[in-house]
């Protein structure tokens, strides 16, 4: 336990205390999902609150039929549909489990509650977002970056979703097609033999 309460920790700018910690641990239920299993779907209404106790999530949306990887989530991730729990509307967003996945679920009205009776709650989840934002400015710069380029930082940053991350993903993230991923990984695993 000490390790997930250290990288949920990790997940805002406001420190974890144990009371935070069990707040949370104490009003969330435990639940466990196989590699492509769904969490959320695309056009389901679902205003849960999950946080990724173990495993890796990927979250995409389709355009045209086609899948675009908008972001991955690990250990200490806190994730939902932002349509289900701020507007009650159908999901625009797929939440799928890329390997055998461990969450815990708070209920909207449980989330809520603890919101309103906990200032140290609600600056917690508000240096969630501060922290999201701050990753998505990052984001945005790698994805400016040179195709090598963000695939070597992707792969140095989160090294663990190359073993649980079927390619197609990981291509998708980084706005590159399969083929030229694997182009780059041949060309790199080239390079490293010299």
Partial sequence: MTDFKTVLGEESDFPMSDRIYNTITENAELLTFR???????????DPDIYIIKQGIVRGYMVNDGVEMNIYFGMDGT??????????????????EVCCPTTVLRIRKAVFDRLMEESNEFCRWVCGVFTRRSCFDELKAKVM????????????????????NVPLKAIASYLKMTEVHVSRIRKEIAKRSKR
Avoid: H
């Avoid at 492509?36 to 056009?43: H, N, R």
């Fill in 144 to 163: 400016n970056g040179n195709a090598k380029w963000r695939y070597e930082w992707l792969e140095k940053c989160r090294p663990e979703l190359f073993d």
């Fill in 35 to 45: 590699k492509g299993e769904t969490l959320v779907d695309i056009g389901s209404i």
């Fill in 78 to 95: 806190l994730l939902a549909s932002m349509q289900g729990y701020s507007l009650s509307r159908p999901s625009i967003i797929c939440i």
